[in-house]
């Protein structure tokens, strides 16, 4: 069965810092990976997906993603972090066979001024 | 763009009666729909997934009499809360899929927080 694992509730970083927010997948076949924001009381946005091609995905917002296929990871990165990044960040992993998406636990990255 | 829109975004009703939400996709077809359920401080739980001309899919645990789901045309889903008690409380999201878009990818609705008194 597919699935995404968060490892961290919660990821606290300064303004300005780099941040990561970790990913892990189990899928049989190609992966298709996918990461969304959310913010409070609001739906979910997309930030960027991973189907084929160059492991390094740019999204919105500059945030990006590196799929490492060996480590089964899909962190998403952004080389500086901003007040209003503070979100819920969910990563997910499409079902091929139900087009449903499995979602992640979610990760609250808190960033401080 | 792939614009999705909920209404109402909060209700609030009395216990026992039936609440209505919407799912609309404003600028393209949508075949599937998906419906969520979140829990404060929770990820989202897949509720069931809605069929533009067939029944919906409900997924293990969830009751189709409560939560009634109908996929009438290519751009509206509704999902209505039957008979309605404080447990029903939630913030309910809608997600559809793009036809001829088959990256996977979704687009989700504002949501709708349902408030049962």
């Known amino acids: 069965a597919q699935s995404v694992a968060q490892p961290e509730d919660q990821v606290n970083v300064a303004e300005g810092n780099p941040l990561t927010v970790k990913c892990t997948y189990s899928v049989s076949g190609n992966p298709y990976l996918f990461w969304y924001v959310q913010y409070p009381n609001r739906g979910l946005q997309f930030l960027l997906k991973?189907?084929?091609?160059?492991?390094l995905v740019k999204g919105s917002y500059g945030f990006e993603a590196e799929f490492n296929k060996s480590q089964t990871s899909f962190h998403l990165k952004k080389p500086s972090a901003l007040v209003s990044d503070s979100a819920l960040y969910f990563c997910?992993?499409?079902?091929?066979?139900?087009?449903?998406?499995?979602f992640g636990t979610g990760t609250r990255l808190q960033v401080f001024p | 763009g792939a614009v999705v829109s909920q209404h109402p975004s909060r209700v609030i009703c009395k216990s026992g009666t039936s609440v209505k939400i919407e799912c609309r996709s404003l600028?393209?077809?949508?075949?599937?729909m998906f419906w969520y359920r979140q829990f404060p401080k929770q990820s989202l739980m897949l509720m069931a997934t809605?069929?533009?001309?067939?029944?919906?899919?409900?997924e293990q645990g969830v009751e189709k009499d409560k939560f009634l789901i109908n996929h009438a045309s290519l751009t509206l889903s509704t999902l209505t809360v039957t008979s309605a008690h404080p447990e029903d409380s939630s913030f309910y999201i809608c997600?559809?899929?793009?036809?001829?878009?088959?990256?996977?990818?979704?687009?989700f609705g504002e949501g709708s927080r349902l408030t049962v008194l």
């Open positions: 997600s559809a899929k793009k036809v001829g878009l088959d990256t996977g990818e979704l687009f």
């Open positions: 991973y189907i084929t091609g160059d492991n």
């Open positions: 997910a992993v499409r079902d091929i066979k139900t087009d449903k998406l499995i």
């Open positions: 600028d393209f077809q949508a075949t599937t």
């Open positions: 809605s069929n533009e001309g067939s029944k919906a899919t409900y």
